[in-house]
């Protein structure tokens, strides 16, 4: 996730950027939506209960896993994860700042804390990390996309 950290702290200069032929939002929205789901997820996996984390099968897990994308325009990201409606610069930083925090609690963290998906469902720390790179490239894209 570094690889992809550093590539939203080098597009914040482009935040208020847009393409609507591309995306309906700008490139802040798309870096604050990726910020706030990687913390989000961190979060949840720092204080789950390894003990609760029931290993399940999801063929859509499996699919989006093996490709490593997500088709565009397909899902609606629950609300806790989306944008304001004005997005300043320094919020992103400051989530920036936050998931750094978090990165490195999540080294340290027990390979069955989990995470609770709405389409893949739990996902352990290993498959966690995986969904929030897939997920964050998948911003990454679009925000590739508009600029270009």
Excluded: C
């Amino acid at each position: 996730m570094h690889k992809e950290l550093k590539l939203i702290e080098d597009y914040l200069i482009h935040f208020d950027k847009e393409n609507s032929k591309i995306s309906k939002a700008n490139v802040g929205w798309h870096l604050d939506h990726s910020l706030k789901v990687v913390n989000s997820v961190s979060e949840f996996l720092i204080n789950s209960d390894p003990k609760a984390y029931k290993k399940t099968f999801s063929f859509s897990r499996v699919i989006t896993f093996a490709l490593g994308i997500f088709p565009r325009g397909k899902v609606q990201a629950p609300k806790r994860v989306l944008p304001p409606e004005s997005i300043l610069k320094k919020d992103l930083v400051d989530q920036i700042e936050l998931v750094k925090i978090n990165l490195k609690l999540l080294e340290n963290i027990e390979n069955n804390k989990y995470f609770v998906h709405p389409i893949f469902k739990q996902l352990n720390k290993k498959q966690a990390l995986q969904f929030l790179k897939i997920h964050t490239n998948h911003h990454l894209k679009i925000v590739k996309d508009i600029l270009n």
